[in-house]
């Protein structure tokens, strides 16, 4: 069984463990974490590395947080998994509230590993034995506890500098208050095709679907309080990898 784990870098140590306690349970699984060195061979480049594990993979293990949540990647990924029609399997820390997940990610079941009895289920739906859960929980529970605060950690955070103003795509987003829209400086869409992504003006009525096809919104921020979409006619501003 190949397992992709889609995490934030912010979430490393969380998604290792995890990565850990899955190839404990039987020897014929292997995981890939984009963050775990060797994990992307030599020879080939970050983007072809995670697009060939996506490929190889049977099963796809989404991790959510309050870092990973809105990260443009993680919906990327997610989309993957919907797209090969392969089984996935949403988890989270109870840190991220339930409130806090986006469609069309919230429609669907999503376990937490710092709680016993989910942690159970979760293996229960991969067809694995946990052998110790209340020790694999409470290592869970350790590690998230010990996670930078939301708003804190600054490499949680993607976006782009243009005029003074920080316009983000990822980043501890869902804990500043929202303000007034605001329209798009000039010179953001080329700054942001500058970092290989896709600017898209969407559809505000299908902003689920752009979801889940891995676009993420675009603010203007101050990563401190408040956060203001980025509009024009009625429509925002969403970044992804390739064609929506």
Same mark, same amino acid.
Not at 35 to 44: K, L, Q, T
Not at 64 to 72: A, C, D, F, G, I
Not at 116 to 126: D, G, S, T, Y
């Given at each position: 069984?190949?397992?992709?784990?889609?995490?934030?870098?912010?979430?490393?140590?969380?998604?290792?463990?995890?990565?850990?306690?899955?190839?404990?349970?039987?020897?014929?699984?292997?995981?890939?974490?984009?963050?775990?060195?060797?994990?992307?061979?030599?020879?080939?480049?970050?983007?072809?590395?995670?697009?060939?594990?996506?490929?190889?993979?049977?099963?796809?293990?989404?991790?959510?947080?309050?870092?990973?949540?809105?990260?443009?990647?993680?919906?990327?990924?997610?989309?993957?998994? *919907?797209?090969?029609?392969?089984?996935?399997?949403?988890?989270?820390?109870?840190?991220?509230?339930?409130?806090?997940?986006?469609?069309?990610?919230?429609?669907?079941?999503?376990?937490?590993?710092?709680?016993?009895?989910?942690?159970?289920?979760?293996?229960?739906?991969?067809?694995?034995?946990?052998?110790?859960?209340?020790?694999?929980?409470?290592?869970?529970?350790?590690?998230?506890?010990?996670?930078?605060?939301?708003?804190?950690?600054?490499?949680? *955070?993607?976006?782009?500098?243009?005029?003074?103003?920080?316009?983000? *795509?990822?980043?501890?987003?869902?804990?500043?208050?929202?303000?007034?829209?605001?329209?798009?400086?000039?010179?953001?869409?080329?700054?942001?095709?500058?970092?290989?992504?896709?600017?898209?003006?969407?559809?505000?009525?299908?902003?689920?679907?752009?979801?889940?096809?891995?676009?993420?919104?675009?603010?203007?921020?101050?990563?401190?309080?408040?956060?203001?979409?980025?509009?024009?006619?009625?429509?925002?501003?969403?970044?992804?990898?390739?064609?929506?």
């Amino acid at each position: 069984m190949n397992i992709f784990i889609s995490h934030a870098v912010a979430n490393r140590n969380i998604a290792r463990s995890l990565a850990d306690t899955l190839e404990a349970a039987r020897e014929d699984v292997r995981t890939f974490l984009a963050s775990r060195p060797g994990d992307i061979r030599a020879d080939e480049d970050w983007l072809s590395g995670i697009e060939r594990a996506l490929q190889e993979a049977d099963t796809y293990i989404i991790l959510l947080t309050p870092e990973s949540v809105l990260r443009p990647w993680v919906n990327f990924e997610s989309g993957a998994a *919907w797209f090969f029609q392969r089984q996935l399997v949403f988890v989270r820390i109870q840190a991220l509230s339930t409130d806090d997940i986006p469609l069309p990610i919230n429609s669907r079941q999503v376990y937490a590993l710092d709680d016993k009895e989910q942690l159970l289920a979760v293996f229960k739906v991969l067809g694995l034995p946990l052998a110790k859960p209340e020790l694999t929980v409470a290592q869970f529970a350790d590690q998230a506890n010990a996670a930078v605060a939301t708003g804190e950690d600054e490499a949680a *955070w993607e976006g782009i500098q243009v005029g003074g103003v920080f316009y983000a *795509w990822a980043g501890s987003l869902l804990a500043l208050e929202d303000r007034d829209p605001v329209p798009p400086p000039a010179g953001l869409l080329k700054e942001i095709e500058r970092r290989g992504l896709k600017p898209r003006w969407a559809n505000t009525n299908r902003r689920s679907h752009h979801m889940e096809r891995g676009l993420a919104q675009v603010f203007a921020t101050d990563r401190k309080t408040w956060r203001r979409p980025v509009i024009d006619q009625n429509r925002p501003l969403m970044v992804g990898k390739g064609a929506p």
